[in-house]
């Protein structure tokens, strides 16, 4: 299995002949080395329904056909734009061809801003724990820090975390170190930084702030194998 970074949030993951793609922010993400018409995953998971994590979402789907996984508000908003899609909620999981997805709480607000300046909502915001082949992959999404993640972790051993350190919107690099201490996670790479001013870190500080080999800086396009 092969899980690489893009930048921003987006995460790829390439296991048993499928390809899943989480949070496509690829137009507008000045850090991706992906490019929107060169994509054909067979699944997108989107964490919530925010501009920079739903990014292009529509775009990938129309063109590869493939399955949008999210909450139930972004999988009818997605349905009713004649793609395809699987809703499911926090804490609810499901078995698909390449593995299971269970969502998870994130303490984030989740809405859709459309050209007309208008704000759609929807749903909550989640993290999405995948479990392929007996290994556990946890995508915190936008999420502060919050004290179940010792829950998460003890319920589902993790393998590799990806978790925001860009505060303002975020938790930062302090919050995000105690969370990988909660979380217990075998590896923890750190995801939504530098991408506009506001949250602006340098990413191997917080590297520094974890236990020595837990921490990994993954640079857009670089990959871990599992």
Do not use: C
Request: avoid cysteine.
């Amino acid at each position: 299995m092969k899980i690489s970074y893009h930048g921003h949030a987006v995460v790829k993951v390439e296991t048993n002949g499928k390809t899943i793609l989480i949070d496509p922010f690829i137009n507008g993400n000045g850090l991706t080395d992906l490019k929107v018409d060169e994509l054909n995953p067979d699944y997108i998971i989107i964490t919530h329904g925010h501009n920079d994590h739903v990014g292009d979402t529509k775009a990938i789907a129309r063109k590869s056909g493939a399955l949008i996984i999210g909450s139930p508000e972004i999988a009818t908003y997605f349905h009713w734009k004649g793609l395809n899609t699987h809703g499911m909620n926090i804490g609810g999981s499901y078995e698909f061809d390449f593995g299971k997805v269970k969502f998870t709480q994130a303490y984030h607000s989740s809405g859709y801003e459309t050209a007309g300046q208008q704000i759609i909502y929807l749903g909550m915001s989640m993290g999405v724990l995948l479990t392929i082949d007996g290994k556990t992959i946890y995508h915190a999404g936008d999420t502060a820090l919050f004290s179940d993640m010792k829950l998460i972790g003890e319920r589902h051993p993790i393998d590799l975390a990806f978790l925001p350190i860009g505060d303002n919107y975020t938790m930062g690099p302090e919050d995000a170190a105690y969370a990988a201490q909660l979380l217990g996670a075998k590896t923890v790479v750190p995801i939504h930084y530098n991408t506009f001013p506001v949250i602006k870190q340098d990413p191997y500080q917080f590297v520094n702030m974890l236990p020595n080999g837990q921490g990994k800086v993954l640079e857009p396009g670089a990959e871990i194998k599992l």
